[in-house]
C-alpha cells in the first residue's frame, strides 16, 4: 500500500473514529440532545435544510458576496501592489504603512466599515476586498523587496520600460508570494464575510447562525459551521492546485 493510500485511511478511521464517540456520548445522555446533538440529527437537519431550498438559497448570498469581493481585492491587490513596487521611494514609504495594516484582522474593522459604509449589500464586499488586497499588497511589496536594484536598472538601460519590467521582472519574482496569498486569503475572506453577516446583515450564512442562536438550534449552527468550513478547505484545494499548476508553468518548481 503507498503512502497516501495509508494517510486516506488512517484519516477515514479518525474522521469515524471521532463520529462514534460523539454519537455516543450524546446517546448516554450525560449532555441534553438540544445542546450536544449527536451526528445524526446533525446529518438529518442538513437533509432538511437542503431539501427546503433554505440552506442553498443562503450559501448562494455568502458565496456571491466572497467571490464577488474576493476577485475585486485580488485584482485591486495585484496593481497596487505592483504599482508601488515600481517606484523605489514609493516603496520605501508606504511599507511600513501597508505592514501594519496587513497585521490588522479585517474582522476588527467591521464594526467602522457599518458606520462608514452602511447596512447594505455592499458592506461584506467590501470587507472582503480589504481583506483580500492587503496582503496581497503587502506579499508584493515585500517580495519585490529582494530584487536586486541593478537588475531592473540593468533592464532600463537596455531599453525596457515599465510594462517590460513589471510583467517581466517584478510579477515573476512575486509570483510564489501572490499565490501563496491568494490561498491563505480565500479562507479569510470566507470567515469576513461570515462574521460581517453575523454583525449586520439578515441574509447569508452568517445572519442564518444568528437566527439559530437566538433558537437554540444547536444543530442548525454545527451544520452551517460545517458548511463553512468545507467551503474556506475546498477553496483553499482549489488555490493549492492552481498555485502547483502556475508554478510549474513558470518554472518556479
Same mark, same amino acid.
Given at each position: 500500500m503507498s503512502r497516501r493510500g495509508f494517510n486516506a485511511i488512517l484519516i477515514?478511521?479518525?474522521? /469515524?473514529?471521532? &463520529?462514534?464517540?460523539?454519537? &455516543?456520548?450524546?446517546? /448516554?445522555g450525560v449532555v441534553p440532545t438540544y445542546l450536544f446533538p449527536p451526528p445524526s440529527k446533525i446529518a438529518l437537519t442538513f437533509l432538511h435544510m437542503l431539501i427546503s431550498g433554505i440552506l442553498m438559497k443562503?450559501?448562494?448570498? /455568502?458565496?456571491?458576496?466572497? &467571490? /464577488? @469581493?474576493?476577485?475585486? @481585492?485580488?485584482?485591486?491587490g495585484l496593481l497596487v501592489g505592483l504599482g508601488i513596487s515600481c517606484t523605489r521611494l514609493l516603496k520605501s514609504i508606504t511599507y511600513p504603512l501597508i505592514a501594519i495594516a496587513a497585521t490588522i484582522p479585517t474582522v476588527a474593522l467591521v464594526p467602522l466599515l457599518i458606520i462608514w459604509v452602511g447596512v447594505n449589500e455592499i458592506l461584506p464586499i467590501v470587507a472582503v476586498i480589504i481583506c483580500s488586497s492587503i496582503p496581497i499588497i503587502y506579499s508584493i511589496v515585500s517580495s519585490s523587496k529582494f530584487i536586486d536594484p541593478e537588475v531592473i536598472n540593468v533592464a532600463k538601460s537596455l531599453g525596457a520600460n515599465s510594462r517590460y519590467i513589471v510583467f517581466n521582472i517584478l510579477l515573476p519574482y512575486?509570483?510564489?508570494?501572490?499565490?501563496?496569498?491568494?490561498k491563505i486569503e480565500i479562507a479569510m475572506a470566507w470567515k469576513t464575510c461570515f462574521v460581517s453577516e453575523m454583525l449586520a446583515m439578515s441574509s447569508g450564512l452568517g445572519y442564518f447562525m444568528i437566527i439559530a442562536q437566538s433558537t437554540l438550534r444547536v444543530d442548525v449552527m454545527l451544520v452551517v459551521v460545517g458548511i463553512l468550513a468545507i467551503s474556506c478547505y475546498v477553496s483553499q484545494l482549489i488555490f493549492e492546485f492552481l498555485e502547483t499548476y502556475i508554478a510549474k508553468k513558470w518554472g518556479l518548481r
Open positions: 477515514m478511521f479518525t474522521f /469515524t473514529s471521532i &463520529l462514534i464517540i460523539w454519537e &455516543l456520548i450524546a446517546i /448516554t443562503e450559501y448562494l448570498r /455568502t458565496f456571491i458576496r466572497v &467571490l /464577488t @469581493g474576493f476577485f475585486i @481585492g485580488s485584482l485591486v512575486s509570483i510564489p508570494s501572490i499565490l501563496s496569498a491568494l
